[in-house]
């Protein structure tokens, strides 16, 4: 079986961002729906493989100071 890269840093992102913002999974699909985070990350998915977890989610605290929800 091979793995979608993609959605694999999209999971382990996504826990790790609820994790340190203390977040439901219900709260973050809120934030995917609102910002478009996972869509995020698969766009980015070249640099982000290669920044590491923590790297990733600073970008995506980055990203969603600086958006409109969508």
Do not use: S
């Not at 890269?5 to 961002?17: G, N, P, S």
Request: net charge negative; aromatic share 12%; no cysteine.
């Amino acid at each position: 079986m091979k793995i979608n890269q993609v959605a694999y840093l999209q999971a382990e992102v996504a826990r790790a961002y609820m994790r340190q913002h203390n977040l439901k999974p219900a709260d973050f699909v809120d934030l995917d729906r609102k910002y478009g985070i996972l869509k995020f990350i698969e766009i980015g998915y070249e640099p982000f493989h290669l920044t590491g977890t923590q790297g990733v989610i600073d970008e995506i605290e980055a990203y969603v100071r600086i958006q409109l929800p969508l």
